[in-house]
RNA sequence: GCCCGGGUGGUGAAAUUGGUAGACACAACGGACUUAAAAUCCGUCGGCUUGAAAAGGCCGUACCGGUUCAAUUCCGGUCCCGGGCACCA
């Protein structure tokens, strides 16, 4: 709206002092008045559904869910001005192993602890000042919730893609319980202190792996997610190509006629096999401990029992075999080879068996170096064939021809030594390079890069996939193997064996088998009162939740006491949050309205899991006709981790009682280093651990409500903005606080100042001065208004485009110091201050809404900013004529020119080398060469 | 062990597409104001070095090497730190 003439007012006194309390408060409650953050799926604005990663109740807010929830209000708000219809929704994922460890420390019901926690973490939550629609809010643990989750299951029980089988579980054998990986320290339970070991139970499954090629080729469709999670999931779905391949049994050693599968993504190191590796659970261990006399075999297989179930121990573990003493035979040359036990193969992957490589393959190396097994060396890279090359021409040049068919490399050494031994007088020439030859071969490490077959009969010569296809053509002819792939992903299990999480809907009959709970008798609602002990499942014991009658025939059957993986709430709230309500389905025709989620934001803790399992469950829901689209989240931020150090102490059984940092004292050496701590309590001395992220398990994350009853929500909300980039990690410091405070301050009273001079239009190009003929702008004001509006430009692209909120705030920290240095008191510089105050109240409204509200109040009076745009740059204020540009002399930094904007390469060349500077560089000498990068630099190479 | 990140002043960091290393802050130090303190304001602030000063020079982005007129940025290797590894969430 052009306005004609200037306004100057007085009104009622601002407040000379920020004072956050009060300001935040009133904020608040206009917020809430307005039902401003309501999202409506009516509105003629592009919707833009805003998600940050909802927390679990643990207690209390950590500074990770500051920085994830303030990133999320951050770029809620932006879009909000910049024209979105903005849905920013908040809930709990609520079922949890914590609730149950609190139960047993404290002897309360994990629903009362769970919903203490909720009531409390919702009011820090909304003390933050955080733009959400609060009428969506959903709680995992609710049967409103989970029933929906259970009627899922039925269907999905009944399309077979959840069937059930058995998997490996951490027993621990005191307590008589299942643990969870977390629970495992050291190998031994975490309470009982006694070694764990697996055992096998049934549970259900997710048919993930049905969906694994539509997980890995949908990332190609996701542009908005980055890079780095793109790459993390799809080596986690891990498809590969390679090749299934039959070892016969040997009849005499292994009793039966039969092969050995195993699956290999190089079949082109076949020929170098010398022995093939077998589980401790593969059926052919069994069989060869069943036929050994000796105990020794069924000793190995028990001891492989013991430790847990976790990948990286399995790992780390030392690596252990024994023989069987039977043979398989190798497919090409049909030589015996033996067959082990060993403790590094996976039942779990591919088929439990493998052939072992040892002068290609790591682990082999490692393993056949530890039980002197026999290495073969089958590939050689390009630098040894060289080196053999150069060995040839160096013998011819000797005078000798060497014999390459069919040499073993390691054979070799011996026989380039003879030939030397038997030449009268080899050159040093000759000597040195059979030596460094010879180095070559003797690798520490096995090869395990790609190369040219060699000592591999007809195969030899060949390289990578020629050997591959040749080699299996030929076994598949023989019916020994075939070209296949596989997916390093396993099906999903989602039985745990715990109390509190979402009961499986599953009846057990002795004549119908497992029965899926009717539509009907939906939900099956988990017992509330209940504190768990510790020792199995409660719910085992609850004869009143277990006995019911089968649905299906009506006689007594046993419901399954088993409950849900928590994955599996937060792999579907995000749609719920689009139809909370709603009492007919999971969702309604409203998430056709709001999904995808346009931004999702969390922790790059979760890169892999659980944003996996909600890309499948979408695709699971969507062939329910539930929801359209393949993939639930559009953009994804992945927030850096806030961590903090951990504090320690040991029981005498070993174990960790952990401190917060709060109840610490740390000393530092002088270069500021940690070098010891104290508890605060006693004053004796605690263990520094590890620096991890914030986490209840560690108690070592931090309490924002003690900066937030300090300096208030924008100053917490500032500070986190300001301490980093979102997506890098943060070690927490709260040095840096009271500087963020400091500039709110000074925000303010800048602000104040003006205000008591009295308030007046904005400057807006070229209207004071038709207002006030013959005024114009200083060349001061023109400048304040260039950075003003360089400024606007910059904070647009950093909190929308870069999502970089730190350099977006100190852009306004730069421009507050140039409005401080500008002292004009002219009617039409007052103009120009005015513009400048009003920007920066805009531009910080996405990150102190509380300061901006009631700073636009005092510019603006009786206009909410509520309802105001994003300031757009002015292309006129940016217009400059003369830039300035850097010269360099061998590219150092000498010196700088400010030149016209439109200065052409050979002007901006005869003005560098006239340079000052350059010519005392130069010193007479001519330039070898000139570089002008037009707009930027000049750089002479001398 | 495997997969993915990160490493820049005393500290948090900036440098957006290979083009001025250290913006903006914190801390520290010096000064102004004050009876004093707090608050506020002004100044100094990577290392070494030449110079009385003005003003210069060299080195410097974990470490080693490479590509380039030019590297914090790209490539190869090493070390350290963080995240994930399927039952913490």
């Keep these: 709206m052009p306005h004609s003439k200037i306004q100057t007012s007085t009104r009622k006194i601002m407040q000379p002092n920020y004072q956050p309390a009060s300001i935040e408060q009133q904020a608040q409650r206009h917020w809430e008045d307005r039902q401003a953050f309501r999202a409506a799926e009516q509105s003629d604005k592009p919707k833009y559904y805003c998600l940050s990663m909802f927390p679990y109740p643990s207690g209390k807010l950590h500074m990770g869910h500051v920085r994830n929830y303030t990133i999320g209000d951050v770029l809620s708000r932006y879009h909000r001005m910049k024209g979105f219809n903005v849905m920013q929704p908040m809930g709990w994922d609520a079922f949890g192993l914590p609730a149950e460890n609190a139960a047993l420390a404290n002897n309360v019901p994990p629903a009362a602890w769970t919903y203490a926690n909720i009531d ?20 995992t643990c609710t049967p409103e919730y989970y029933r929906w989750e259970q009627w899922l299951f039925t269907r999905l029980f009944k399309k077979g893609i959840i069937y059930k089988k058995t998997a490996s579980v951490n027993w621990d054998p005191i307590d008589q319980t299942v643990l969870a990986n977390e629970q495992v320290i050291d190998g031994c339970g975490w309470r009982s202190g006694a070694p764990v070991e697996k055992r096998d139970i049934p549970m259900y499954f997710f048919r993930i792996t049905q969906y694994a090629d539509e997980l890995l080729q949908g990332l190609d469709t996701l542009p908005g997610w980055p890079e780095q999670v793109k790459t993390m999931q799809a080596n986690w779905i891990g498809k590969s190509h390679g090749c299934d391949i039959h070892f016969p049994y040997d009849m005499e050693t292994v009793g039966s006629g039969g092969m050995l599968k195993v699956y290999t993504t190089r079949p082109d190191t076949l020929m170098g096999a010398t022995y093939v590796a077998v589980a401790a659970e593969h059926p052919l261990a069994a069989r060869a401990a069943a036929i050994s006399e000796k105990s020794e075999l069924r000793d190995f297989i028990a001891e492989c029992k013991h430790g847990g179930t976790a990948e990286a121990d399995m790992a780390t573990m030392e690596k252990k075999g024994i023989n069987t003493g039977m043979f398989v035979g ?170 509190w999480g979402c009961p499986i809907p599953i009846i057990h009959c002795f004549t119908c088998g497992d029965v899926p709970v009717p539509d009907e008798q939906l939900p099956v609602k988990l017992p509330e009162n209940v504190v768990p002990d510790g020792a199995g499942s409660p719910l085992a014991k609850m004869q009143d939740f277990y006995m019911t009658p089968c649905p299906q025939c009506g006689k007594a059957a046993k419901r399954e006491t ?143 409500q003690a900066i937030i009853d300090e300096f208030g929500a924008d100053t917490a909300r500032l500070f986190m903005m300001f301490a980093a980039p979102p997506e890098q990690s943060l070690e927490w410091s709260d040095a840096g606080v009271e500087g963020a405070f400091r500039f709110l301050k000074r925000v303010w009273k800048a602000a104040h100042d003006h205000v008591e001079q009295g308030i007046v239009t904005a400057y807006r190009s070229g209207e004071p001065e038709n207002v006030w003929p013959g005024t ?48 004009e008191q002219t009617p039409i510089a007052r103009t120009v201050a005015q513009e400048v105050l009003e ?31 994003f300031p757009n740059a002015d292309p006129s204020a940016l217009a400059q004529d003369e830039i300035e540009i850097v010269i360099q002399v061998n590219g150092k930094l000498r010196g700088n020119l400010t030149v016209a904007k439109t200065a052409d390469k050979a002007t901006l060349e005869q003005l560098a080398l006239a340079h000052p500077a350059v010519e005392k560089q130069l010193a007479g000498a001519v330039p070898k060469n000139i570089v002008v990068v037009p707009g930027r630099l000049v750089n002479i190479v001398v």
């Excluded at 591959?468 to 020994?480: E, N, W």
């Excluded at 001061?780 to 950075?787: N, S, V």
């Excluded at 360089?790 to 140039?818: C, H, P, S, W, Y």
Aim: overall charge negative; aromatic content about 10%.
């Design 839 to 869: 920007a920066i109240a805009l531009m910080l409204n996405p990150i102190v809404p509380h300061l901006s509200h009631a700073l636009w109040a005092e510019l603006r009076p009786g206009s909410d900013v509520l309802d105001q745009p």
């Design 562 to 704: 088993d409950t849900m993986d928590t994955f599996v709430e937060s792999s579907w709230y995000y749609a719920r949050y689009a139809s909370p309500d709603c009492t007919t389905g999971m969702v309604d025709e409203r998430a056709k309205h709001w999904l995808p989620v346009d931004q999702y934001i969390g922790g790059i803790e979760h890169a892999i899991l659980h944003l996996l399992y909600a890309r499948f469950f979408h695709k699971l829901m969507r062939d329910e006709g539930l929801v359209q689209g393949d993939e639930p989240f559009k953009n994804l931020l992945t927030q850096g981790m806030v961590v903090a150090p951990t504090f320690y102490r040991e029981d005498a059984h070993d174990r960790k009682q952990w401190f917060n940092p709060s109840e610490v004292d740390v000393k530092t050496d002088e270069r500021g280093r940690p070098v010891g701590a104290t508890l605060k309590a006693d004053g004796l001395p605690v263990f520094i651990g590890s620096t991890e992220k914030m986490a209840k398990s560690k108690n070592n994350g931090v309490d924002p």
């Design 330 to 499: 190798h497919p090409v040359t049909g030589e015996k080879l033996p067959v082990w036990i060993a403790n590094y193969v996976l039942m779990s992957y591919g088929e439990g068996a493998v052939m072992a490589v040892p002068a290609h393959d790591e682990r082999d190396y490692e393993f056949a170096a530890k039980y002197d097994l026999p290495v073969k060396h089958v590939i050689a890279s390009t630098e040894l064939l060289d080196k053999w090359k150069k060995l040839e021409a160096q013998f011819g040049a000797d005078g000798h021809e060497l014999d390459r068919e069919d040499l073993d490399l390691m054979g070799m050494i011996a026989y380039l030594g003879k030939v030397l031994m038997d030449m009268p007088a080899p050159s040093e020439a000759l000597i040195n390079l059979v030596q460094e030859f010879a180095g070559q071969l003797q690798l520490e490490s096995p090869y395990t890069g790609q190369g040219t077959l060699v000592c591999s009969g007809k195969y030899g010569g060949m390289e990578f996939q020629e050997a591959f296809d040749a080699i299996s053509a030929d076994l598949q002819a023989r019916g020994l193997g075939r070209k296949s792939g596989k997916f390093r992903l396993r099906d999903w299990g989602i039985s745990r064996q715990r109390y």
């Design 120 to 139: 409390y973490m919702r009011k820090q939550l909304k003390s933050l000042g955080l733009g959400i629609d609060w009428s969506r809010e959903v709680t």
């Design 776 to 823: 114009r702008l200083s060349a001061a004001a023109k400048a304040l208004r260039l950075q003003l509006h360089q400024t606007i430009a910059k904070v647009d692209d950093d909190l929308g485009r870069r999502k970089t909120f730190n350099t977006a705030i100190a852009a306004n920290m730069e421009l507050l110091n140039a409005l401080a240095k500008f002292d």
